[in-house]
Nanobody, 123 residues
Framework: QVQLVESGGGLVQAGGSLRLSCAASGRTFSMYTMGWFRQAPGKEREFVAG???????DYTDSVKGRFTISKANAKNTVYLQMNSLKPEDTAVYYC?????????????????WGQGTQVTVSS
């Protein structure tokens, strides 16, 4: 069992930055592929970024060059650094973990989820 707790959300102006953190407890953190998803009102949950066990990184096209995912295995924490934020980035952001090797862009393939943290970008 893995427990995930996100933090770092908030209100920021367009062009600003935020760093989200996801602290994990439970089984060996390094053995999990980690992902960040987001869900805006009235929309489906969508993949944002993922970090595989091997170090492979994946990003959805809309955040490439602006967001960076990183894992600190010694701290059992995964981060999402978000720069050049846009109003369309406004959503609840969720951290997720899967006990498998590869990054998946599908939410159904993740076994564990955090409670979410709100990110609001004003124009």
């Amino acid at each position: 069992q893995v427990q995930l707790v996100e933090s770092g959300g908030g209100l920021v102006q367009a062009g600003g930055s935020l760093r989200l953190s996801c602290a994990a407890s439970g089984r060996t953190f390094s053995m999990y592929t980690m992902g960040w998803f987001r869900q805006a009102p009235g929309k489906e949950r969508e993949f944002v970024a993922g970090s595989g066990i091997s170090g492979y990184l994946d990003y959805t096209d809309s955040v490439k060059g602006r967001f960076t995912i990183s894992k600190a295995n010694a701290k059992n924490t995964v981060y999402l650094q978000m720069n050049s934020l846009k109003p369309e980035d406004t959503a609840v952001y969720y951290c997720a973990a899967r006990a498998d090797y590869g990054v998946s862009r599908s939410a159904v393939n993740y076994n564990y989820w955090g409670q979410g943290t709100q990110v609001t970008v004003s124009s």
